[in-house]
């Protein structure tokens, strides 16, 4: 078989070659929707006063924490949701995970005492935000922890189950809490602010 | 999601991918209507190759991700886009899809603790040929890359070096000796299924 014939051969086995061609519109839609893309630092630079923001859609999540040397606190995401998971040591990070069941919850107003209910709570900076994570370094933990860092996770399946949105960026300070392996949004999780402090002061005082 | 997985890249997927400093990127790219210009001639045609690559290589959600993912490097680096914008991009779609198969293992670790989700169907090889897929699958994972980007992408070893990050010259011995191990491994495997062509040289 000369190189011809082998080229030939794997190109009739090309996986894409059924792949239909896009459709023009969409290409176009997609070239435009980059280019309004927010960018970064570089950006910046040319003039443009663009936020380095990265707006992070997390779904009404479920959130799974895992110990990271595997002092495990999972537990089944319908399981109960008031015990906070049995953590036996300090784990270096605590990995919040989304699940397949998010979505669908109403939101309410926040309160202490429905921010009591979290088992995982934190006041924490944005440390960086790459490879599908968001991670955050908590200075202050109210429930939970502790643990050095708390990696965020958002895989895609789960994007289109979006309840609320939480605006994440790098440097930035939040306030995150989870309740029985959900991340809960509504206002409960969000940039940090005084009135959402107080609240979670009183939440876990 | 696109949006989201778009910023990350940002971030990271163009790490390896050779050009300038970015920062001399902000002192170049002063007329943002040249570069949206740039942009809306060269993409388009970035498209096409690109999504059939990742077809290739991923399912068809992390191929629309990562696809996003590039788009965006390459608007963000158009400063450093050369003439001949695709064996380029190619190399950061192969950063941006590296980073979305981390992400995706390591949801997957989370998933198998959980038992809550499904895992990614693994990328597509030929299977209307199974002796190709075999053969191709014991090939060294670089040599059966290399030998994808020659056949599927249609690219010659100079095009080559650059998705690799290697010296023409290299991807040359390179793309040479992967065709000799690919005709190897096709004569064992044809061998052992009883596909061989001809047989007439054996008595029994």
Known sequence: ?205 | MAQLAANQAQLECDGEVPGPASGVVGQSGIVDESRRERFERVAPGLVEPLRRYLARRTDADTAEDVLAETLLVCWRRIDDLPEEPLPWAYAVAANCLRNAERAARRQRRVAAKVAALEPRPVAAEPADDPDLAQALGRLRAEDAELLRLWAWEQLAPAEIATVLGISANAASIRLHRAREKLRTELRKTERVSGHEGSREGRTS
């Open chain 1, 1 to 205: 078989m000369n190189d011809d014939e082998l080229r030939q051969r794997m190109r009739t086995a090309d996986p894409a070659s059924a792949l239909p061609p896009g459709d023009p519109a969409g290409v176009a839609r997609l070239v435009e929707d980059v280019m309004s893309t927010e960018l970064t630092t570089e950006n910046r630079e040319t003039g443009t006063h663009e936020r380095s923001r990265l707006t992070w859609i997390v779904a009404a999540a479920a959130v799974v924490v895992i110990a990271s040397a595997g002092i495990l606190g999972v537990r089944a995401l319908t399981g109960d949701d008031t015990t906070p998971p049995p953590v036996a040591s300090e784990p270096a990070s605590i990995e919040l995970g989304v699940s397949g069941s998010a979505g669908s919850g109403k939101c309410m107003v926040p309160t202490a005492e429905a921010l009591a209910t979290a088992d995982v709570a934190f006041d924490g900076t944005v440390t960086s935000m790459a490879g599908g994570e968001v991670v955050l370094e908590p200075t202050t933990w109210y429930a939970g922890g502790p643990a050095a860092s708390v990696v965020l996770t958002a895989p895609s399946e789960q994007m289109q189950e979006v309840a609320s949105a939480v605006s994440f960026e790098v440097g930035g300070r939040y306030l995150v809490s989870a309740v029985g392996g959900n991340v809960t949004l509504c206002g409960f999780s969000a940039p940090y602010s005084e009135e959402l402090a107080t609240l979670y002061g009183q939440a876990f005082g």
